[in-house]
């Protein structure tokens, strides 16, 4: 099946999840699963169509379950998460393909390596989320960050509550929240990039996108964050390209850090000045060049 260039596509999964995705870049390139942040939607990839393009990669934009136009049955663990990407694989006539996690991606791209290391080729992490058993990436967050992650298993309510209540400022204004964000929260690299004009109108619909049903996705996410999937790490058997900022406010560089130390076949490129925006729009030529040897 060939994948048809940025449209809405869904596939029905064995287990009832619909999986909305989109393709970008080059139809007959090297397959390339793209997994966005958090949150996120389909609509991410298309920062980096060009790019897949320029280097002869196919990006396919999956959407997890509760974002977008993905369906949310019930919860999805890393590992099943993993499987549903095998299936979009032998959906889209793809006995191999690479994977690129962004942030939040990045747990989702370091499942997909483990549980199908027979089908990926490369895997490319930018900014990564790790495991909560990084303790120095832990103590670095930002303190509601880290009050989220460490009080979810003892009272889900607070954080399911904490994202409602935001939510409909994201949803409605995501212009807004991503000025305050600039303003407030990041460091001067990452309101540089953020700041470029062609970014806006993507950046705002993945983000006005990806809570149109709720709140679903997000709080999944969160909960796959905090699986001990540190434990899955040994399985990943291909090569694998790291690439982080020591002024990243919002995922310390501690975690890329951690994956690097336990993916055996890993490469990290540890940038100086460079914050959670900054490395993807800067390194993303980088990447694409890694994912289409």
């Not at 994202?163 to 407030?184: D, I, N, Q, S, Y």
Request: net charge neutral; aromatic share 8%; charged share 20%.
């Amino acid at each position: 099946m060939q994948c048809q260039m940025e449209v809405d596509q869904m596939m029905e999964s064995k287990t009832g999840h619909g999986i909305s995705y989109r393709c970008y870049g080059d139809p007959e390139g090297k397959p390339v699963f793209y997994f966005h942040g958090w949150p996120g939607s389909r609509h991410e990839g298309q920062l980096f169509s060009d790019l897949a393009k320029e280097n002869n990669c196919l990006l396919v934009a999956p959407e997890r379950p509760g974002y977008g136009r993905s369906s949310a049955v019930g919860h999805l663990s890393l590992r099943s998460w993993a499987l549903l990407m095998g299936e979009l694989s032998d959906h889209l006539g793809l006995p191999a393909f690479s994977v690129m996690g962004l942030s939040g991606g990045g747990p989702h791209a370091c499942a997909v390596m483990s549980c199908l290391s027979s089908k990926v080729d490369r895997g490319a992490l930018l900014v990564p989320m790790g495991p909560m058993n990084a303790r120095e990436g832990v103590l670095r967050m930002h303190p509601l960050q880290r009050l989220m992650a460490e009080i979810t298993p003892l009272a889900p309510w607070f954080p399911k509550t904490l994202m409602a209540m935001v939510r409909p400022l994201l949803r409605r204004t995501p212009g807004l929240t991503l000025w305050a964000m600039r303003r407030f929260l990041l460091p001067d690299c990452d309101q540089k990039a953020l700041s470029r004009k062609e970014l806006q109108p993507i950046l705002q619909k993945t983000m006005a996108e990806s809570l149109i049903h709720g709140i679903s996705g997000m709080y999944g996410d969160g909960l796959r964050f905090l699986e001990p999937w540190q434990h899955t790490l040994d399985a990943v058997s291909c090569p694998v390209k790291i690439w982080h900022g020591f002024a990243d406010t919002i995922v310390p560089i501690e975690f890329g850090m951690y994956l690097a130390s336990k993916i055996k076949d890993s490469e990290g490129e540890w940038l100086e000045q460079e914050g959670h925006f900054s490395v993807p729009m800067a390194h993303a030529q980088a990447c694409f060049k890694f994912l289409s040897q």
